[in-house]
C-alpha cells in the first residue's frame, strides 16, 4: 500500500493531537442515511428486526422521517461526531455534507463515503478467466461510483465458497483458491489504480475477513469451523493478494471463527491480517456486527460489544453507533487505551490523506466525462464472456 511522506505524518500527527475525545470517536463513526442501515427497509422487515432485538421503537420512528434523521446528521458532521457515510448515492447531498465537515467542523476533517458496485455478478466475470477484463470492469465502476461523488467501494468480496447453499456465492469469484488470488488482486488495481487520489479512482475494501463463506451448511452468518491448515491454504490467499495488491481497506466479517466473532477476534484481526499479512489500511466492521456481537452472546450489551471490537482491532463502527456513543467513556474507565483510540484514528486519517481527501474533497470525475454507452458495451462483453453454449448434435 502507498505510504504517506513525513510531512504527511507529521500532519496527521498533530490533528490527532488536538482532538477530543468524542472527536477521536467520531473519526471511527460511520452512519448509513437510514437509522436503519444502508438500504431501505420496508415495514414487515423493520418489525422483524424490532423483535428480534436488533432495533428499537426509536429506530423505527426514525426512519420514518429521513430527512429529519439526516438533518440530525448534519449536526453530528458539525460537531465531528461522523467520520464517514455510506448508502449515499446523490452527489448533491454528499457535496452538501463534505462542505460541513470541511467548512463548518472544529477541525475540518473530511468525510469518506462508502458506495456498492453494480454490474454483472462477480461469480460470471469470474468466468471469464480474464484478469484484464476484471480490472477493466473495476475501473469502469470506480469511475461510476467517483461521479456520484464517493471515493470508497465495498469490493472485492474475496471470499472462498464452497457450498451451492450459500447465498452470497454470487459476490465473489467462486470456489477456487488460485482463481480468487487472480481476481481480488485484478479489482482492486482496477478501484485504485496507480494512485486512488485520481478524480476517477476509489478505494477498495477486501472481505470479508474471514472465513465468510465457509458457513455451516451454507447459512449465512452461521459459525465456521475449520483447520489452521485449510484457513491457511484456502481462504486467506485471496485477501493476501488483495492487500498485497494495495487495498486500503478490509472489512471484518460477520461469522464466528472457531468460536470467536471475527468482529472481535484480535488473532484474526491482529496477528494474521496486521502482522502475517501486513495489512496497514483501516478494518471497518459490517453493517451493525459490532451491536451484532450481542447477539453471539460474546457481549452483555452495545458498550461491551464496542470494547472488544476496538480492542481486536475493528478501526471504524459500521451504523451500530456505538463507537460515537461509548468510546469516550471506555477510554476514561482505562477498558480502551487512548493510544488505541488513536492508532484507529491514524489508520482511518491516513486513508483519507492518500485519497486526496485533505487537498480537495470535492475532486471527483462528473458524468458528463463518462462515455456510458461504452460502459454499457463493457458490461454486455463481460456478461457474454463466461457464457457456455451447449449443442445437440442428435436428433
Known sequence: MKELNDKQKKFIDGLISKMTLEEKAGQLNQLAPSSLGGFTIDEEEQQKLLKAGRITEDDIERAKNARESFKEQEQWVREGKIGSFLGLYDRSDIEHLQRIAVEQSRLKIPLIFGHRVVGPIPLAEACSFDDGLWEQNAALAAKEAAADGLNWTFDPMVDIARDARWGRIAEGAGEDTYLGCRCAAA?????????????????????????????????????????????????????????????????????????????????????????????????????????????????????????????????????????????????????????????????????????????????????????????????????????????????
Not at 496507480?194 to 455451516?216: I, L, M, S
Not at 470494547?307 to 463502527?317: L, P, R, T
Not at 489508520?347 to 463518462?370: Q, T
Not at 463493457?378 to 449443442?391: D, G, I, Q, S, W
Open 187 to 395: 479489482r482492486v488495481r482496477g478501484f485504485q489504480g496507480d494512485d486512488p487520489a485520481k478524480r476517477d479512482k476509489v478505494a477498495a475494501c477486501a472481505k470479508h475477513f474471514a472465513a465468510y463463506g465457509a458457513g455451516e451448511s451454507g447459512r449465512d452468518y452461521n459459525t465456521v469451523d475449520m483447520s489452521e491448515q485449510k484457513f491457511f491454504e484456502t481462504y486467506l490467499p485471496p485477501f493476501k493478494s488483495a492487500i498485497d495488491a494495495g487495498a486500503f481497506t478490509v472489512m471484518a466479517a460477520f461469522n464466528d471463527f472457531c468460536g470467536v466473532p471475527c468482529t472481535e477476534n484480535s488473532y484474526l484481526l491482529g496477528e494474521v491480517l496486521r502482522k502475517k499479512l501486513g495489512f496497514e489500511g483501516f478494518v471497518v466492521s459490517d453493517a451493525t456486527a459490532i451491536l451484532e456481537l450481542v447477539a453471539h452472546r460474546s457481549a452483555a450489551d452495545l458498550k461491551e460489544a464496542c470494547e472488544h471490537a476496538i480492542n481486536a482491532g475493528v478501526d471504524m463502527d459500521m451504523n451500530s453507533r456505538g463507537y460515537v456513543n461509548f468510546l469516550p467513556e471506555l477510554v476514561k474507565e482505562g477498558k480502551v487505551s487512548e493510544s488505541r483510540l488513536d492508532e484507529a484514528v491514524r489508520n482511518v486519517l491516513s486513508i483519507k490523506m492518500l485519497l486526496g481527501l485533505f487537498d480537495d474533497p470535492f475532486n471527483r470525475i462528473s458524468w458528463d466525462e463518462i462515455d456510458l454507452e461504452s460502459h454499457r458495451a463493457a458490461a454486455r462483453k463481460t456478461a457474454c464472456e463466461p457464457a457456455v453454449l451447449l449443442k445437440n448434435d442428435k436428433n
